[in-house]
């Protein structure tokens, strides 16, 4: 049997989540600002529906691992106050793994705008 008020709760809890990060990461706002121009970029490139899946897939990685990135910088301040060499290489491998997969999803990005855009500039 589903324990609907369990899953209801569980969606509550992580919209919550990523509520609060959009107001207190800078970085996730950058994000969702240039997710949202290039969303609405490729809609008015007339962008196949297989080119919106892929660039959704991207954004979605990019978004989550923005939150993930949060989670473990959160998680560590709770553990400790002091400054530890620990500490500091889990945020910023945490930051680095963001930073990896935004480098790859703009290569990924520039492959899947390039040909629509020169398709739009010839017309």
Do not use: C
Not at 57 to 79: C, F, P, R, W
Not at 100 to 110: D, K, L, Q, W, Y
């Amino acid at each position: 049997m589903i324990a609907w008020k369990k899953l209801f709760n569980s969606f509550t809890f992580a919209y919550t989540g990523i509520i609060k990060t959009f107001k207190s990461e800078q970085n996730f706002k950058i994000h969702i600002m240039i997710s949202v121009i290039v969303i609405l970029t490729a809609v008015t490139l007339d962008f196949s529906v297989l080119r919106m899946a892929v660039l959704l897939i991207v954004i979605g990685i990019v978004l989550g691992l923005e939150l993930m990135n949060t989670a473990v910088e959160k998680t560590v301040d709770l553990m400790t106050l002091e400054r530890h060499p620990l500490a500091k290489e889990a945020k910023d491998a945490a930051a680095g793994a963001v930073l990896v997969f935004s480098i790859f999803a703009v290569i990924i990005g520039i492959l899947l705008f390039i040909e629509p855009l020169l398709r739009s500039i010839e017309s």
